[in-house]
């Protein structure tokens, strides 16, 4: 097993640009989420899904979207670029039980001019 | 808001040391959990003990929580090398989050 997938792992934007981060996973598990690192700062919660359908707000969700058509994949779009979103962002899922641990992908590391 | 504080920022050791770890949290909590981070890479899931237990041991790791006083502490025993990474508590409410604190960067010098 593959685990939890993201690309790309970096990525230079400028400011107003849109992307799409990618995550996958083939674990089979209900719950996904994204995550944004920042120095000093631990990971912030961006959005989260308990499954295929289903996506809620995290702790800072402004400026993001995300969708969740199948159970495998994930992806987080950013619709207007703002430097404040360059950070290093990770995607982890989990079996749908609440607040069992988390698999995490490697990271993608974003720049926005 | 973060959840859960880790102390020390940073720990720089010898080879052979102890290195222990604290998280301080501040609502109630379901379970804790503490994750590895080494650099440039992704988080691994090291140990969770739930807000029943006191004490739980995995390995070299023995982790504690005091959900009276809202804390928990990691405790690495005989440290290598390749111990070096930064270490997080995430904390979990029996919802659907799992909130991370900031973190500790451990260095064990050989």
């Known amino acids: 097993n593959a685990g939890v997938t993201q690309t790309p792992k970096f990525q230079v934007l400028k400011t107003g640009q849109s992307m799409t981060l990618q995550c996958a996973q083939d674990?089979?598990?209900?719950?996904m989420s994204w995550y944004r690192q920042d120095p000093g700062m631990g990971l912030r919660l961006i959005h989260y899904?308990?499954?295929?359908?289903?996506?809620d707000q995290g702790e800072v969700p402004n400026g993001y979207n995300v969708s969740r058509s199948t159970t495998e994949d994930f992806p987080l779009r950013l619709l207007s670029a703002a430097p404040s979103q360059t950070s290093v962002y990770f995607c982890?899922?989990?079996?749908?039980?609440?607040?069992?641990?988390?698999?995490f992908g490697s990271g993608t590391q974003l720049s926005v001019l | 808001s973060q959840q859960g504080e880790e102390d020390p920022q940073a720990l720089s050791i010898q080879e052979g040391e102890n290195a222990t770890m604290n998280c301080s949290y501040k609502?109630?909590?379901?379970?804790l959990q503490w994750y590895r981070q080494n650099s440039g890479r992704g988080l691994v899931h090291l140990i969770l003990?739930?807000?029943?237990?006191r004490e739980k041991h995995s390995g070299r790791l023995r982790v504690t929580l005091d959900t009276s006083k809202k804390s928990s502490s990691l405790l690495i025993t005989a440290s290598r090398a390749a111990d070096t990474a930064s270490y997080f508590c995430?904390?979990?409410?029996?919802?659907?989050?799992?909130?991370f604190g900031a973190g500790t960067r451990l260095f064990v010098k050989a």
């Open positions: 674990m089979n598990h209900e719950y």
């Open positions: 609502t109630s909590i379901n379970n």
């Open positions: 995430a904390t979990g409410d029996g919802g659907f989050k799992t909130i």
């Open positions: 899904s308990v499954g295929a359908g289903i996506t």
């Open positions: 982890a899922s989990r079996v749908g039980s609440p607040n069992e641990k988390l698999f």
């Open positions: 003990i739930r807000s029943n237990e």
